[in-house]
């Protein structure tokens, strides 16, 4: 069976995609990718003939798919299958004509029987976390296999699937990898608790995995014999979960690998001995979630169980030892004040962060912070409503909208100088500030990225990293600005000569279109 998964190209390669292409293939099949914008993209599908077209959904980017996929649908005859947390949470979009079926929870097993079944022409319908709806009322959800035990033995991702699909990624020195699977805390905000407690029934000893340190160095070995590599990026949700595999992992990834990486720490797991650690073995930054610094927001509210003195502790230790600090952090928060998310800027600063990174809340479906924003009348209407970022708008009525949307744009600007406080306060309110402060807020967080290259090139031992700051940031806004002119004036011709088609049509005269 051949199987094309298209998606959008992201900021940075998906795992997703690569962990299923890997047992696809292993099972005796075909994968491909398709990563969008193409211009060939409908030729690549017509030469390449997929029996089933794989999707992967967030909330955000999920109604996207559904219209290209109906579009697809409309031309090509091929399975459609989408899996990823939005389709997991919410069942109901199977309703649409042009989902075959979707996969709730992990993919591997689902696929590989789908496939199978295709192949053999054996019913599908039973197969274990897919569900399906074939008159567009009643949803058939058959239960779901157990979790994924074993993580090494699903093999390493394959990382072809995508790197010959997007050659960005593939020629990029710096990869994602990821070690563990689950997490056992219980952030009202996050996909996790659902994940375990909704969908799976999980207890702690059965939802968070993690691979051997023997199998994430040699699949780190395996990409390097392979792409170019110089930068590991860890997307583990908290890289410090387990002592004693940090112990492991910290002693043998300097001799084995010696590569410069980047990490997610939890801050109530945190001890200054993991940060000696993790510097001692190349970690060059860090990453911890504040969240918010009022106490009952981000414990009772977000269920975070950090104490303040805990976010300062690690944060002071990772600055300490020489690691950039990197903080998560989100405003807007069911029943807090403008006040609160000001107090997040100032522990902010307090704990002088150098990379701030900041969103606005988005209660995600069948989360607990959905619920809690729904029994206070401020939920999002509707699953389709949440905006494809989580870092431009306030999606659930809070009070002072704009002023939280507003505060989220100085946020990076105001923890690096906090002497800008008064002129932001003054700035709060004002509606006719927002596009101002969204290029300053676009502006700044290109230059701390700038600065995290910065980081990573002197980590690689360029010795003139710094002073090459200003030519790279420079060379970054030209050539984003330059693609966002072109793509603009592109749109305005493509929809002059859509308007040129349909003017006289006589389809849109008869309102038939
Ligand atoms: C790295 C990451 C990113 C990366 C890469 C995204 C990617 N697709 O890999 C970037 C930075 C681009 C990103 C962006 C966003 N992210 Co993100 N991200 C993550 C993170 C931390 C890890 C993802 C990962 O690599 N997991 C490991 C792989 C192996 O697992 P997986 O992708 O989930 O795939 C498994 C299953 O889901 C399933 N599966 C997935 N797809 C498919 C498809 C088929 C056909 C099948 C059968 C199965 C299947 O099978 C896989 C193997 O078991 C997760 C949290 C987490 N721990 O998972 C959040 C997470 C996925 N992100 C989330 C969100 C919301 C977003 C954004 C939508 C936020 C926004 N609004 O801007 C954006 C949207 C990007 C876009 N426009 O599409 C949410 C999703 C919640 C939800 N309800 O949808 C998560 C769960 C975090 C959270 N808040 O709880 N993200
Ligand atoms: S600690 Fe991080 S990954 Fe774990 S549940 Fe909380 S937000 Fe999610």
Not at 164 to 170: E, I, N
Not at 299 to 306: E, G, L
Not at 316 to 337: A, E, T, V
Request: charged share 25%.
């Amino acid at each position: 069976m051949k199987v094309l998964h298209v998606t959008r190209t992201l900021p940075q390669e998906m795992l997703g995609p690569m962990v299923l292409s890997r047992v696809v293939k292993a099972a005796g099949h075909e994968m491909r990718a398709l990563c969008l914008p193409d211009s060939l993209w409908i030729s690549k599908i017509r030469d390449y003939a997929p029996d089933v077209i794989t999707w992967s959904l967030m909330t955000g980017n999920h109604t996207q798919i559904f219209d290209v996929n109906r579009f697809l649908k409309s031309k090509f005859t091929f399975f459609s299958l989408m899996g990823g947390p939005h389709v997991t949470f919410v069942n109901d979009c199977v309703k649409d004509p042009a989902i075959d079926a979707i996969c709730v929870g992990e993919g591997e097993g689902a696929l590989v029987d789908l496939l199978n079944a295709l192949q053999k022409g054996r019913e599908w319908r039973d197969i274990q976390n897919l569900a399906w709806c074939d008159d567009g009322e009643r949803i058939h959800k058959n239960p779901l296999r157990p979790l994924v035990k074993d993580l090494d033995a699903l093999g390493f991702p394959d990382r072809s699937v995508l790197y010959d699909a997007q050659p960005l990624y593939r020629d990029s020195p710096r990869k994602v990898v990821v070690t563990q699977r689950g997490c056992p805390m219980l952030c009202s905000f996050c996909f996790h608790h659902a994940w375990k407690s909704k969908v799976y029934e999980a207890k702690n000893s059965q939802y968070v995995r993690k691979r051997s340190v023997g199998h994430v160095i040699a699949e780190v070995e395996d990409i390097r014999s392979k792409y170019p590599l110089e930068f590991v990026h860890f997307v583990d949700d908290i890289f410090n979960i387990d002592s004693q595999w940090l112990n492991e992992f910290c002693e043998r990834w300097p001799r084995e690998v010696g590569l410069p990486f980047d990490a997610i720490l939890m801050a109530n797991l945190t001890k200054e001995v993991h940060i000696e650690q993790l510097k001692h073995a190349g970690c060059i930054y860090a990453r911890i979630a504040f969240e918010a610094a009022n106490d009952y927001m981000r414990n009772v509210v977000y269920r975070k169980n950090t104490q303040r003195e805990q976010l300062v502790n690690a944060s002071g230790w990772i600055r300490k030892h020489g690691i950039r600090l990197g903080s998560l952090n989100m405003l807007g928060g069911p029943g807090g004040s403008i006040q609160d998310d000001i107090d997040t800027v100032l522990l902010n600063i307090e704990c002088h962060v150098d990379h701030p990174l900041c969103s606005i809340v988005q209660p995600y479906p069948a989360l607990e912070l959905n619920e809690i924003t729904r029994n206070m009348g401020i939920a999002v209407a509707k699953y389709d409503d949440f905006p494809s970022q989580f870092n431009r708008t306030a999606t659930i009525e809070v009070e002072d909208k704009v002023a939280v949307e507003n505060l989220h744009k100085w946020f990076p600007v105001l923890v690096r100088f906090p002497r800008l406080m008064p002129l932001a306060k003054r700035t709060l309110g004002s509606r006719l500030m927002r596009r101002p402060l969204l290029l300053m807020y676009v502006l700044y967080s290109e230059w701390m990225v700038t600065e995290q290259n910065q980081l990573y090139k002197r980590a690689q031992g360029a010795r003139w990293a710094a002073l090459m700051a200003p030519f790279d940031f420079v060379g970054r806004v030209a050539r984003k600005a330059f693609v966002r002119a072109l793509g603009a004036a592109g749109a305005r011709v493509v929809h002059r000569l859509a308007v040129r088609l349909q003017v006289g049509d006589e389809r849109v005269v008869a309102h038939m279109d």
